[in-house]
């Protein structure tokens, strides 16, 4: 079993950072790949951000230059640092990622989301 927590969300002013953590664990080999997604009300969820193996990154165009996404492969930890947030990006934060289990199986969870919300 693989389990994913996020943590870190919280309230902020516009311009204002945070930073997101996503913590991994359960008999996981390797985590390929580890993603951000986000949730407004109303809206369907977006890829907010992305992180493979090699380190390449990719970012929604909207979150480009503010949003750093990055991982931890020793401790399964990934993180998403947030910076000059603006209201818009008010949503539910979800982690999710790409993992090899110790047993070879491919696993794709999802954490329970945390909330950022940003104040005009």
């Known amino acids: 079993q693989v389990q994913l927590v996020e943590s870190g969300g919280g309230l902020v002013h516009t311009g204002g950072s945070l930073t997101l953590s996503c913590a991994a664990s359960?008999?996981?080999?390797?985590?390929?790949?580890m993603a951000w997604y986000r949730q407004a009300p109303g809206k369907q969820r977006e890829r907010v951000a992305r992180?493979?193996?090699?380190?390449?990154?990719t970012y929604l165009a909207s979150v480009e230059g503010r949003f750093t996404i990055s991982k931890d492969n020793a401790n399964r930890m990934g993180y998403l640092q947030m910076e000059r947030l603006l209201p818009e990006d008010t949503a539910v934060y979800y982690c999710?990622?790409?993992?090899?289990?110790?047993?070879?199986?491919?696993?794709?969870?999802w954490g329970q989301g945390t909330q950022v919300t940003v104040s005009s």
């Open positions: 992180i493979i193996s090699n380190g390449a990154t």
């Open positions: 359960g008999s996981i080999s390797s985590i390929r790949a």
């Open positions: 999710n990622a790409d993992i090899i289990m110790t047993s070879l199986a491919r696993e794709s969870p």
